[in-house]
C-alpha cells in the first residue's frame, strides 16, 4: 500500500524558504493527484495546494498564489512544495495526502496523509 512521508520543515524567519517533499514507497507517486494540506493550532485542515495525476492541472490557495510552488519529481518518487515569502501565518504542520480522484477534486483521501512536517515561520 501506498505510504507517504512529509520532511523539509523547520524554523525560518518571515520572509525565509522552505522546501517540503513529499516521500512515496509502496507505489509510484505518479499514479495519484497529490494534496498538500496543514494543520495550525486552532484552525481547520486548510488545502494549500494540489497538482494531478497528469500534471494537467496544479491548485494553490489564495493566500498562497505566487510564494508557493507544487511541482513532482518522478524520478525520487515525491512531490516537493517550494515555499517562498513565508509569513508567520503559514506556521503549521504541513500533510501531504492523495486526491480521492485522479484531478484536484478538493477531497483528500482519509487516512493517506503521512506524519506530517511542522513548519515555524517567527521573528
Known amino acids: 500500500q501506498l505510504q507517504l512521508m512529509e520532511s523539509g520543515g523547520g524554523l525560518v524567519q518571515p520572509g525565509g524558504s522552505l522546501r517540503l517533499s513529499c516521500k512515496a514507497s509502496?507505489?509510484?507517486?505518479?499514479?495519484?493527484?497529490i494534496v498538500w494540506f496543514r494543520r495550525a493550532p486552532g484552525k481547520d485542515r486548510e488545502v494549500i495546494s494540489c497538482?494531478?495525476?497528469?500534471?494537467?492541472?496544479?491548485y494553490y490557495l489564495d493566500s498562497v498564489k505566487g510564494r508557493f510552488t507544487i511541482a513532482r519529481d518522478d524520478v525520487r518518487n515525491t512531490v516537493i512544495l517550494q515555499m517562498n515569502s513565508l509569513k508567520s501565518e503559514d506556521t503549521a504542520v504541513y500533510y501531504c495526502a492523495t486526491e480521492t480522484h485522479d484531478y484536484c477534486s478538493g477531497r483528500v483521501r482519509p487516512g493517506s496523509w503521512g506524519q506530517g512536517t511542522q513548519v515555524t515561520v517567527s521573528s
Open positions: 509502496g507505489s509510484p507517486l505518479g499514479y495519484h493527484a
Open positions: 497538482i494531478s495525476r497528469t500534471n494537467s492541472t496544479k
